[in-house]
């Protein structure tokens, strides 16, 4: 705002010099130009002059107004100016008002019209009240169905013309003024913070049920911590060297506000002229579902090996590292912007974090049918109240509205990328064209072969959460083969220490023998083969961590019993592991 303010200084005090100097002749020019009639023979004066003389025929609201106009000064930063918000609406510059209405005598009488304000008063009147009611450029009631409207402030605010404006109706719209247009409410609007202030609270506001509710000490303070503000070079003006810190001064900057999770999360919630719609729980719901969503979260050190037990060590570091992932996981489809929904929101909206290869591949991530309908996201029968915010909307519900899959989900690795580790191992990248459905489709693969005594290959898993999962493996035939078929053996383990816990490493018992159990691949050489072992249980979480890891085995079965009826190649597509929800 202080840009904007300093751009609307400059003129005024020119206004101001020049009408020192045309005082004394009130030339017809000058009076032509700040005072003229309509086609109708209505006389038609400045922005200020036409709500002062509303004011003196009675309409009380406006007296009020035009004294808190001329009795508020206008700073830039910190600094006050010789200009009033009286001089700003005499000028010739052209604005649209607001003019409010059902004003508080109280506020007005302590605060709006003293004569003698604070700085800090002059600026909280200013930003809050006057400028809350004021935008530049001509916005005319009508001539739209919608119109988003930026106001002196820096608030961006709806305009649903001939019915409201932000949350208030009209009395009166379109008085054509020699500098602007003047539009009568039937309230006052609202000072709306903008949604990263209501969250942070850098602003205590009510909801729409006169409730308040303390998101900063939630996740608002944490989120905000990640805001850092630094200097524009290209867009700055450079000073001299600072002797005593070597460090460079700026005769004028530009300062740009960035936050690491707003861009996580593809969310802007601080710019004004955005349009978000937040979904979140009831702070009480939050701190009930945070115990239960941290469980995903356990990190460790190491481990301690105290007989036959395994416990856990768990740092500082562990524990504000489950803090971060819980709350960031809590909040992944807390945010939706409106301006890019493709279908108005009826249908179907989709979170900032969605991704369309996301649902090409079958995953529904991050979607949610008919939101407004009954039981939808946004449906006013599941969300028990809302908060209206300069730029956008907080959903705010008793009933938490995410299934744990929208941050719990499935690990999918392309094998010709997968890290690896081997015995007896044959194993490269390659390019199929296999056939499905009489289709052919090129597909990238790891080709493992016997070499020597077999293959024994090692995969990590990187990024799991804590909990029960299932393995899927998706191999293709080898169709050049004689023998199309192969047997494997797949074990998953993790990482203790230095050692590998096996998770589960299936056995089939025969008479008195136990045999390894085994998956015959490529029984069907007209699509993949998918195998499915578990469900198993990783204790611990590895998620943005480097230890521990989940590893997945993948054995030959082929022996000197088999060799021959069997290929001793393997083609491996992708391997997953997909999480179990009780």
């Not at 006389?43 to 406006?62: C, R, Y």
């Not at 916005?139 to 409207?149: C, D, I, P, Q």
């Not at 293959?455 to 909990?467: A, S």
Request: net charge neutral.
């Amino acid at each position: 705002m202080n840009n904007l303010i300093k751009a609307l200084i400059k003129p005024v005090r020119v206004l101001i010099v020049a009408s020192v100097v045309l005082s004394s002749c009130e030339s017809d020019v000058w009076k032509d130009h700040y005072s003229y009639k309509t086609d109708n023979g209505e006389s038609v004066s400045t922005l200020g002059a036409t709500i002062e003389e509303l004011g003196k025929n009675g309409n009380l609201d406006a007296q009020y107004f035009a004294q808190t106009l001329q009795n508020t000064y206008v700073y830039n930063g910190k600094n006050k100016t010789l200009v009033t918000y009286w001089d700003l609406l005499t000028d010739d510059q052209y604005f649209t008002v607001w003019l409010p209405t059902n004003i508080d005598e109280t506020v007005w009488k302590n605060t709006y019209a003293k004569r003698n304000k604070s700085p800090e008063e002059n600026i909280e009147v200013g930003r809050d009240f006057i400028l809350n009611h004021v935008a530049r450029f001509k916005h005319s009631v009508g001539t739209r169905t919608y119109e988003r409207v930026k106001m002196m402030n820096d608030k961006s605010y709806t305009a649903d013309h001939e019915k409201t404006f932000h949350t208030v109706g009209y009395n009166r719209t379109n008085i054509r003024c020699t500098n602007g247009l003047l539009h009568i409410l039937n309230g006052t609007v609202p000072y709306s913070p903008n949604i990263y202030d209501y969250l942070t609270g850098n602003t205590v506001y009510k909801s729409a049920n006169n409730k308040e509710y303390r998101y900063d000490t939630l996740f608002g303070k944490w989120f905000a911590s990640y805001t850092v503000k630094t200097i524009d070079p290209n867009k700055s003006v450079p000073g001299e060297i600072n002797m005593e810190t070597g460090e460079k001064e700026w005769l004028d900057s530009v300062v740009i506000t960035s936050n690491e999770l707003m861009t996580k999360y593809k969310s802007f919630i601080n710019v004004e002229d955005s349009s978000y719609a937040v979904v979140l729980p009831s702070p009480q719901l939050w701190s009930s579902v945070f115990d239960s969503v941290k469980g995903y979260f356990q990190y460790v050190s190491g481990y301690n090996i105290v007989g036959n037990d395994t416990i856990p060590i768990i740092s500082d570091d562990d524990a504000d590292l489950q803090t971060y992932w819980t709350r960031v996981s809590m909040l992944t489809d807390a945010f939706f912007n409106l301006k890019i929904q493709k279908n108005e929101g009826r249908d179907s909206v989709t979170s900032t974090l969605f991704k369309k290869n996301d649902e090409q591949d079958g995953y529904p991530y991050h979607i949610y049918r008919n939101p407004y309908g009954l039981g939808g996201l946004f449906h006013k029968d599941l969300c028990d109240d809302s908060v209206i915010c300069s730029n956008g909307k907080i959903y705010i519900r008793n009933k938490w509205p995410y299934t744990d899959s929208v941050f719990h989900k499935t690990i999918k690795l392309e094998a010709e990328s997968l890290v690896y580790s081997s015995e007896y191992k044959k194993a490269s990248p390659k390019n199929i064209l296999y056939e499905v459905n009489g289709k052919k489709t090129n597909v990238r693969v790891m080709q493992l072969e016997k070499n020597g005594v077999g293959y024994v290959l090692d995969f990590e898993i990187p990024d799991n959460l804590k909990g029960q999962y299932k393995l899927k493996l998706v191999f293709f035939a080898n169709t050049g083969s004689d023998n199309p078929v192969t047997l494997v053996h797949p074990s998953v383990q993790y990482v203790v220490g230095d050692k590998y816990e096996t998770v589960i490493d299936e056995k089939i018992k025969v008479g008195k023998k136990k045999y390894d159990k085994t998956y015959e691949i490529g029984s069907n050489l007209q699509k993949p083969d998918t195998i499915v072992v578990g469900p198993f249980t990783l204790r611990d979480c590895s998620y943005k961590n480097n230890s521990p890891k989940a590893v997945v085995k993948i054995k030959s079965a082929l022996d000197n019993s088999n060799y021959t009826k069997y290929s001793h190649e393997m083609w491996l597509d992708c391997i997953m592991l997909e999480p179990v929800f009780e």
